[in-house]
């Protein structure tokens, strides 16, 4: 984990008076300073789009949202840092069905946005999990995951269903609190169906945080469910593979995996 504090010049231009104090989870580089939260830019255009939406989105008494703010250069950006006010909450992962009627409230509210442009040239490895989810079949990959995806690819089918842009990273990126309506952090913006977007939520529980198949089957009223639930595994097992994280043994994925394979195989 990288200790890279923010800069006393961008607390200035984000309007943050306290010293800054790290937080927990994400990646490691999360900082708040009083009621200003603050973390390292993971691409301009995506930053400066997703500022731009939610900046202007309306209020819902169904979720709340984090608030982006300007620099006082007028931009989304200083310095390779980007802003936001800080909510009130912690995210609750066990609450899956919760974190997955949120996510459908946020999804519906933004559902008139166009595709944004940065999703073609983005290159990470959630994106190369995303394309090997969703793309055309070729080779098993290769590593320790080959195995696994190549059972999950084995029963993959077409999927048919509108795109649109979702929350592809919901579970732990919901925070609730005592009355108040859930709020919604970290957008991670893909075009794809919104129920694929609940079920990589299923997986993640399913795999990290002891939630057993009953949480996939709450769901599976949602169309083409065996399908999305194929694919969201696919995208964070691959992931994983090409990340190469030392943390994310394969043993976590392997009763995930034999799962949704069994129930789309009895579904088909």
């Known amino acids: ?53 939610l900046a202007t989105l309306p209020e ?47 999804h519906e509210a933004v559902a008139h946005l166009p595709r944004p442009a940065f999703l073609d040239t983005r290159s990470d490895p959630w994106a190369y999990g995303e394309k090997l989810a969703w793309g055309p079949t070729g080779a098993e990959p290769a590593g320790d995951a080959g195995p696994l995806l190549g059972r999950l690819l084995a ?58 198949f009953d949480a996939a089957l709450r769901w599976s009223h949602l169309p083409e469910w065996g399908q999305l639930l194929v694919r969201a595994t696919i995208f964070r097992l691959a992931t994983w593979a090409v990340a190469g994280w030392a943390s994310e043994p394969r043993s976590a994925y392997e009763p995930v995996v034999r799962d949704v394979v069994g129930y789309v195989v009895r579904t088909i």
């Open 1 to 53: 984990m990288e200790d890279r504090r923010p800069p006393a010049e961008v607390l200035r231009a984000f309007g943050a008076t306290t010293d800054p104090v790290r937080l927990t989870g994400g990646k490691g580089g999360t900082w708040r300073a009083g009621d200003v939260v603050l973390k390292p830019a993971e691409g301009d255009d995506a930053v400066r789009w997703r500022c731009e939406i």
């Open 60 to 106: 819902s008494p169904r979720f709340r949202i984090a608030r982006p703010i300007r620099a006082t250069t007028g931009d989304w950006l200083a310095d390779g840092w980007e802003a936001a006010c800080a909510v009130a909450g912690q995210p609750d992962q066990r609450r899956v069905d919760d974190v997955i009627r949120t996510g459908s409230a946020f």
């Open 155 to 212: 029963v993959r089918r077409p999927v048919h269903l509108p795109d649109q842009i979702v929350h592809a990273d919901l579970l732990g990126n919901i925070l609730f609190a005592d009355g108040l309506p859930p709020a919604v952090i970290d957008w991670s913006a893909y075009w794809r169906p919104p129920a694929w977007a609940s079920a990589v939520a299923v997986v993640d529980a399913m795999v990290w945080h002891g939630a057993g």
